[in-house]
T-cell receptor, first 113, second 111 residues
Framework: AQSVAQPEDQVNVAEGNPLTVKCTYS??????LFWYVQYPNRGLQFLLK??????LVKGSYGFEAEFNKSQTSFHLKKPSALVSDSALYFC???????????FGKGTRLSVIA | DGGITQSPKYLFRKEGQNVTLSCEQN?????MYWYRQDPGQGLRLIYY???????QKGDIAEGYSVSREKKESFPLTVTSAQKNPTAFYLC??????????FGPGTRLTVL
């Protein structure tokens, strides 16, 4: 069975500082990994995905994520946080079979001016 | 929210009443999904459909029903058997092996 863990319920960071939101996963085969962002009372917006290739994936709004197979991690990063980045972030995974995404419980990011 | 519409935005249900949430997509995606979101619990899969006239139960299907008569539409009915239906409901769609696109959501409240 596939699963995702986001070990931090809340991450606080000062504006202009780098941010990291952590994600670890478990799948039986090769993973397809995704990050989404959710603003209050809205649907989820796709940020980036890893399917194959370079371990560092670049996505929307300056976000990037690093795939680490040995640590089964896919942490989301941004070099310089903005107050507007404050939102709920979800990591998701599925294996190579075309099954629905399995989501983590989410991490609330708060960027303080 | 990328070509997926959900209606209504807010919905109120009385005890013992069935209600239907609408989800329509114009992305020509084969697969559609329904998730339930509760605070602190992330997204949990209710039902999904990979092709017209076929659908599968997700992790929390009890008390819900769906239909997929058209490629563009995947309505969700919350029946009176669902004892705790107050939640935020999200519909999504995807093409094969690609990311899921989400609608804006419907917030259901039991009165």
């Amino acid at each position: 069975a596939q699963s995702v863990a986001q070990p931090e319920d809340q991450v606080n960071v000062a504006e202009g500082n780098p941010l990291t939101v952590k994600c670890t996963y478990s799948v039986s085969g090769n993973p397809y990994l995704f990050w989404y962002v959710q603003y209050p009372n809205r649907g989820l917006q796709f940020l980036l995905k890893y399917i194959t290739g370079d371990n560092l994936v670049k996505g929307s709004y300056g976000f990037e994520a690093e795939f680490n197979k040995s640590q089964t991690s896919f942490h989301l990063k941004k070099p310089s946080a903005l107050v507007s980045d404050s939102a709920l972030y979800f990591c998701a995974v599925r294996d190579e079979v075309d099954t629905p995404l399995v989501f983590g419980k989410g991490t609330r990011l708060s960027v303080i001016a | 929210d990328g070509g997926i519409t959900q209606s209504p935005k807010y919905l109120f249900r009385k005890e013992g009443q069935n209600v239907t949430l609408s989800c329509e997509q114009n992305l020509n995606h084969d697969a559609m999904y329904w998730y339930r979101q509760d605070p602190g619990q992330g997204l949990r899969l209710i039902y999904y459909s990979q092709i017209v006239n076929d659908f599968q139960k997700g992790d929390i299907a009890e008390g819900y029903s769906v239909s997929r008569e058209k490629k563009e539409s995947f309505p969700l009915t919350v029946t009176s058997a669902q004892k705790n239906p107050t939640a935020f409901y999200l519909c999504a769609s995807s093409s094969v092996y690609n990311e899921q696109f989400f609608g804006p959501g419907t917030r259901l409240t039991v009165l």
